[in-house]
């Protein structure tokens, strides 16, 4: 077995700096807004998969099937020597896709990129151990910051899957994928999954399912900032919102505050009011057509190839070539 090699390109105390930074920015703005990465601490990861596994929750599912009905075709397609997966390099999803391209004898490599070092490090070592003849090179850093440090023999091909692009605003997508066209080679891969537009009621329940998971979700970063900012919301008093905004295409979790309050978050300095029905907005989750994807792709430099959906038309995988 090969030794897997970890970079670590974050500062040991980056996720504390970086909640206090998007905490003291988004609890002073208008609207209150907390970026959708501080669910997941461990209690909020181990909610969002009980999500995927929910009856309602159907990106999960959608996008195994396409890969399971097509990695092999995505293989074969892109001949990549490295995969490069943005997330977590340890699920069953990533792992179809290293099965079809080693089946294809041409991987060489595995690159996954993840935020938390311990996440990276379990799935690097896992790895490692699953496919014995496999580098594995694992990169701690922020997708939004990093791409420019991904190692990785050519041809590569990055995975970015979930439908995670989605809780990107529009400007926010553009220089995600400018940033990503600008490391990639010529004829280099792009395998991007894209939760589709459907009808309103089917995308509202997936994000307030009747068990109400989503709900304790959504309050989790309340207390994530409760937790590691020493603040003092009444985590009860807050109600989870979901809205699907038909202009923009996308499903928008709200945190409602249904009395009025004072939080004090003593690591900041700061005390935050709440008026009675004031709104924390903590997520969108864009629902994309295939021709916008399209558009967006070949504004920064990819030409879409292969487009795949599951057999309800729900979700959309996209293979894309750096032009």
């Known amino acids: 077995m090969t030794e897997p090699v970890v970079d670590v390109h974050l ?4 996720a504390a700096r970086a909640l206090a930074s998007d905490a003291r920015t988004g609890l002073a703005a208008s609207p209150k807004t907390l970026p959708p990465k501080w669910f997941y601490d461990a209690r909020g990861s181990d909610l969002f998969e009980q999500i995927t596994r929910l009856p309602e929750y159907y990106p999960t599912r959608a996008e195994r099937e396409i890969l399971g009905d097509r990695a092999s075709e995505i293989a074969a397609t892109s ?6 997966e943005l997330g977590s390099g340890s699920s069953e999803k ?9 089946s294809a004898g041409t991987l060489r490599q595995f690159v996954p990129l993840d935020v938390s070092r311990t996440a990276l490090t379990d799935a690097a070592a896992a790895c490692a151990v699953d496919y014995p003849s496999l580098k594995v090179h694992g990169v701690v850093g922020d997708f939004t910051e990093h791409l420019a440090l991904l190692p990785g023999e050519a041809p590569r091909m990055v995975a970015f899957l979930g439908g995670t692009i989605g809780n990107l605003l529009p400007e926010e ?3 995600f994928l400018g940033s990503l066209r600008d490391v990639l080679e ?4 792009l395998l991007l ?6 009808d309103a009621e089917t995308v509202r329940v997936a994000y307030d399912d009747a068990a109400g998971v989503t709900a304790e979700f959504n309050r989790n970063v309340l207390h994530v900032l409760n937790r590691e900012l020493g603040a003092d919301f009444d985590v009860d008093a807050f109600s989870h919102i979901a809205l699907w905004d038909p202009v923009n295409e996308w499903i928008e979790m709200r945190l409602r505050a249904e009395k009025a309050m004072q939080v004090t978050v003593p690591a900041l300095g700061m005390t935050v009011s709440f008026d ?3 709104e924390l907005h903590t997520e969108i989750s864009a629902k994309f057509r295939r021709e916008g994807i399209a558009a967006e792709l070949a504004d920064t430099g990819f030409e879409l190839t292969r487009w795949w959906t599951d057999t309800a038309g729900r979700f959309g995988l996209s293979l894309s070539q750096a032009v």
Do not use: I
């Not at 500062?11 to 980056?14: G, T, Y």
């Not at 179809?96 to 080693?102: E, I, K, N, P, V």
């Not at 010529?186 to 891969?189: D, Y």
């Not at 999954?193 to 459907?198: E, Y």
């Open 11 to 14: 500062e040991a105390d980056h």
């Open 173 to 175: 997508r553009a220089k």
């Open 193 to 198: 999954g894209t939760d589709l537009v459907k």
């Open 79 to 84: 001949k990549a020597h490295t995969l490069v």
């Open 186 to 189: 010529p004829g280099e891969w």
């Open 94 to 102: 990533t792992r179809l896709l290293l099965d079809a391209l080693r």
């Open 276 to 278: 009675e029905g004031e």
